[in-house]
């Protein structure tokens, strides 16, 4: 068992490092307060390589291994979750799934300009559409449906929360077809988002992950193609869960690297503070802090690297995935507390970042299957 990075990941990481460092940190308050897309730092992924790290360079990826995929999230998500989810989503969500169950003429169609994070020039992502006002962590539920009419299906219905929502070019879509058959009646489409009938809500107006680019996504009699549809009739749940594996190794990383952010500002500023006439950092109470931060980020840190590595093994990554995804969130809810906490009044100031990777570290226990999915999934499969 070998825990040193090669020099391909530590090169990742120094790159995302100095991305996230140079490109992300400058602006990140403003565009905090403003709820403001980060749409120049998102194009700066795509130059670097990072909007399909894992997809094969035969369409247009990087070919990278997921675990240097987790340690370039972790990196960006210290400073800007809302640039790294934008990353997870068109990496874990939606170019890991067209790869490996779309057609070839489907991946060359799409995952190739996904992959690249760009076509013509312009900035090119997906948005993964799975979500619905009744259908969030039952996704069986699918309201939204999609009526075969013999040489293309009509969807019509609405998804909820869907990051990328309006800066996607290219929805892949849970609909369903048959609903006596329930889950195995749900069909994958790839929906272009110019299709006539496709109208974009408001975007929603967030507790964290302000600069994300949240929506609702409502269709209305949108006719899509019999050959957009991913896989056989009745794929469409198999192909979302298998894809939100993935998803979730994604944000267990976000989760991380929040924490890490957090951790790492908790710990500079109690160097520099002074009371009762020394560092902070040299009362006890303080030191048990960072010391309990550092420990659960080092753990929350190896769940993420063995769900990685279990991935690029091929081997049965669900109950890894999940735990990192479990473990990761909470840590990072409670480290930037406790990183708020450690700065005292400055904790509740927006110049200090605390506050915001406090805000932005709540919805890792939500989005991608709450902490209680997370539960579920692990307990069926340590008792079947």
């Known amino acids: 068992m070998d825990f040193k990075l090669t020099e391909e990941q530590l090169m990742i990481q120094r790159a995302a490092r100095e991305f996230a460092q140079q490109q992300c940190l400058p602006g990140v308050i403003e565009r905090d307060e403003h709820q ?25 990826g990087a070919g990278m291994d997921t675990i240097s995929y987790v340690i370039a999230m972790e990196e960006i998500s210290k400073v800007d979750a809302s640039v790294s989810v ?40 997906g ?35 869907i990051t990328n929502g309006s800066t996607a070019s290219v929805y892949l879509v849970m609909a369903q077809t048959d609903a006596s058959k329930g889950p195995k009646g749900i069909n994958a489409f790839i929906i272009e988002k110019n299709t006539p009938g496709i109208t974009v809500g408001a975007k929603e107006n967030k507790l964290g992950i302000r600069g994300s680019d949240t929506h609702a996504v409502s269709f209305m009699d949108v006719k899509v193609p019999k050959e957009n549809r991913i ?109 708020v906490q450690v700065h005292g009044g400055y904790g509740f100031v927006k110049e200090y970042h605390v506050e915001r990777l406090m805000r932005d570290a709540k919805i890792t226990q939500i989005y991608e299957g709450t902490s209680e999915i997370q539960k579920m999934v692990i307990g069926r499969n340590i008792t079947k």
């Open 127 to 161: 948005a993964f559409l799975l979500s619905e006002p009744e259908a969030g962590s039952d996704a069986t539920h699918q309201h939204t449906s999609a009526i075969d009419k013999g040489d293309h299906y009509l969807v019509n219905g609405v998804k909820n929360w």
């Open 231 to 339: 896989g056989a009739d009745g794929f469409g749940f198999t192909f979302a869960m298998k894809t939100l594996n993935g998803g979730r190794i994604g944000i267990a990383a976000q989760a991380l690297g929040i924490a890490s952010g957090a951790y790492e500002l908790a710990l500079a500023y109690s160097k520099q503070r002074q009371s009762f006439g020394k560092p902070i950092h040299e009362h006890q109470a303080i030191q048990f802090k960072l010391a309990e931060m550092a420990t659960r980020i080092q753990s929350a840190r190896l769940l993420c690297y063995h769900a990685a590595w279990e991935k690029d093994n091929g081997l049965d990554y669900t109950t890894s995935a999940a735990m990192a995804k479990l473990h990761a969130s909470d840590t990072a809810m409670w480290v930037a507390t406790e990183a």
């Open 86 to 125: 934008a990353m997870s989503v068109n990496n874990s969500l939606v170019c890991w799934g067209l790869e490996h169950y779309a057609t070839e003429e489907q991946k060359k169609k799409y995952l190739t300009p996904l992959a690249q994070g760009k076509k013509d020039g312009t900035l090119y992502i």
């Open 36 to 60: 403001k897309f980060p749409k120049e730092q998102v194009e700066q992924l795509a130059d670097l390589g990072f909007l399909g790290m894992m997809a094969s360079t035969d369409y247009g």
